[in-house]
Each structure stands twice: as structure tokens, then as C-alpha cells.
């Protein structure tokens, strides 16, 4: 999303590029091969500089994963930003992505966001179609409970390999519905019960979205209970010999769900601060896990 420049009208430039080429060679230095797009991001820049990229280095496109987004529509004038997965807009939407992105294929598409008038057919045999034209390898969806994936898993040949939702250890909802069942806490939940369970249960990667806090942990600390959080989780980074972002990644990667973080950032230093979340597996004990949990949460468990 950081790449591209502004998210005013106006078109990029040779800097724009630049900047985008930096986060992608260090994204490459630590391992990680995936790259999250989105149709809205920019404006529709980040896909194109990364197209960009992509045209002028040799062999690039063979080396990583391209996964792309599509189902919201920014404002436009007086009319407000709405949701879109009509087949027909699906359609059109992988089209223009393809053409910026200048590639005949991404390897992942996933629907952005719920659209209440979507009709679960015309999903489907929009999906069905782009992947019989080669044009989308795989498919997944973002922001969704279980229960509305149910109903297009059910519709399709093929799997859905992937849920982006908000995962981090200052977004917690996924984690505390679980915990909060059976307490008058739990209404104040707004994670629907059940969605981490069913994408395990179905084979559905969890991504998380903002796993890095927006750096309330690892830059910015606003109150109290994120200052202690910080101190915590820099200690913890301090024993184990490397950064507080790879920590802060790891407490994801520890869940049993193998969650994956998307990074997020376009600051080279930040991403290569990942690294050892990339290149080395979870390196926290149950006790040190929880924790940093009670640090965020500010408060016992029930």
C-alpha cells in the first residue's frame, strides 16, 4: 500500500519508482517473495510501480508470488466509496490490475471485502472463468468471517488458499472471542467466533494484515500499557539476539494457525528489521508468548 507515491490523483514519478525498487530489494534480502497488492492501493500506483519493477528486471517475475485484491471502490466525487463483487466487475478489475501490473497472471486474487449484494454464483463463476483463462492461479478473500466464505467454497472447483484479516498484538479480537466465551466481556468482541477455526479447519491461510501495530510497539508509543509493551517486547528482542518487529512477527507466527504477517511497510530499514521472522522460526516460549499478551491486553485473563 506504501508504494506509489501519494494517494492524490497525480501520476508518479522516477522517485516514486525508486523508493518502490528500495522496498522490494530488501524484502528480497530477508526471503520473503510475496508481494500484497490491492486495485485500490494508490490509486491504482503501487500495482503500476511495481509493474515497473517488474519490466525492468529480467527474471524478477519468475522469483516471487504476486497477490492482488479487488472488491472496493474508492470515492469518486460526491458518490462515496461502496463494495463491488459483481462477476462483471471482478472481471474488469483482474484486466486493469494485469495491465499495470504488466503481467499475464497473478498468482493470487483476493476478494477485498464482503459485498452484501454479492450473489455467490455470479462470484464463483467469475472466479471459475479468470482461472480457466489462466488469468488468476489461485483465489482467497480478506475481511471474512467463516460463514461467508462457506457459501463460495461451496460454488467452487477450487480452493480458496487464503483470509487476510487484521491480526496483531494490539488487534486482538481474533484471539480474545475465543478466550471471552461464556463472560459478559464477550459482546464487546467484534471478531466473529469461529472464522480462525474454519480457515484451519478448511485449509485457508490466515494473513494478517497491520501485524506490525502501525508501530505502536516498535516506534510510537501513545499510553502506558504500550510503553510496558514495548519495554517488553525490546527485552525480549534483546535475549534473543535480534529485533522488536521480528519478535512482534513471531508472537503471530507462534499461534497454532501458522499465521502469516504481511509486513506492510515500505521503509527498507523496517523491512529488513523482519528479517529474522522471515528467515527463523518463532523463538518464544508459552510463557514468554503470554506474556506479551497480557502486557497489550492490560488486564488478566478471565
Not at 462457506?150 to 481474533?174: F, I, Y
Not at 474454519?198 to 499510553?223: K, V
Not at 506479551?292 to 488478566?300: C, D, F
Request: glycine share 8%.
Amino acid at each position: 500500500m506504501g508504494l506509489g507515491g501519494s494517494w492524490a490523483p497525480e501520476p508518479y514519478g522516477a522517485a516514486d519508482i525508486a523508493a518502490a525498487e528500495a522496498a522490494v530489494v530488501a524484502a528480497l534480502e530477508i526471503g520473503v517473495t510475496t508481494f500484497d497488492h490491492a486495485d485500490i492501493y494508490r490509486h491504482g500506483k503501487a500495482e503500476a510501480v511495481f509493474g515497473e519493477i517488474l519490466a525492468r528486471t529480467p527474471g524478477l517475475r519468475e522469483r516471487v508470488v504476486l497477490q492482488t485484491k479487488c472488491g472496493i471502490r474508492l470515492p469518486d466525487g460526491d458518490r462515496p466509496g461502496i463494495y463491488d463483487l459483481r462477476g462483471s466487475s471482478i472481471l474488469r478489475r483482474v484486466e486493469e490490475s494485469l495491465t499495470r501490473l504488466r503481467t499475464d497472471a497473478v498468482d493470487v486474487l483476493l476478494l477485498h471485502r464482503p459485498d452484501p449484494l454479492a450473489d455467490p454464483d455470479d462470484v464463483a463463476e467469475a472466479l471459475t472463468s479468470l482461472h480457466r483463462q489462466g488469468l488468476v492461479r489461485r483465489f482467497g478473500v480478506s475481511n471474512m468471517a467463516g460463514e461467508q466464505i462457506a457459501p463460495l467454497l461451496a460454488r467452487l472447483d477450487v480452493p480458496l488458499v487464503a483470509n487476510q484479516l487484521e491480526m496483531s498484538l494490539d488487534r486482538r479480537d481474533w484471539l480474545e472471542a475465543g478466550v471471552l466465551v461464556n463472560t459478559p466481556a464477550a459482546a464487546g468482541v467484534g471478531h466473529p467466533l469461529g472464522t480462525v477455526e474454519y480457515c484451519r479447519a478448511n485449509g485457508i491461510e490466515l494473513q494478517a494484515w497491520g501485524a506490525l501495530a502501525q508501530g505502536r510497539f516498535t516506534g510510537r508509543q501513545e499510553t502506558p500499557q504500550e510503553r510496558a509493551t514495548a519495554e517488553l517486547l525490546a527485552a525480549l528482542a534483546e535475549k534473543k539476539g535480534t529485533t522488536p518487529e521480528s519478535v512482534l512477527l513471531w508472537w503471530l507466527r507462534r499461534h497454532p494457525a501458522r499465521i502469516v504477517p504481511v509486513i506492510g511497510s515500505a521503509s527498507p530499514e523496517r523491512i529488513r528489521a523482519c528479517g529474522d521472522a522471515a528467515r527463523r522460526e518463532p523463538e518464544l516460549s508459552h510463557e514468554e508468548w503470554y506474556d506479551l499478551w497480557l502486557a497489550a491486553r492490560g488486564a488478566p485473563l478471565p
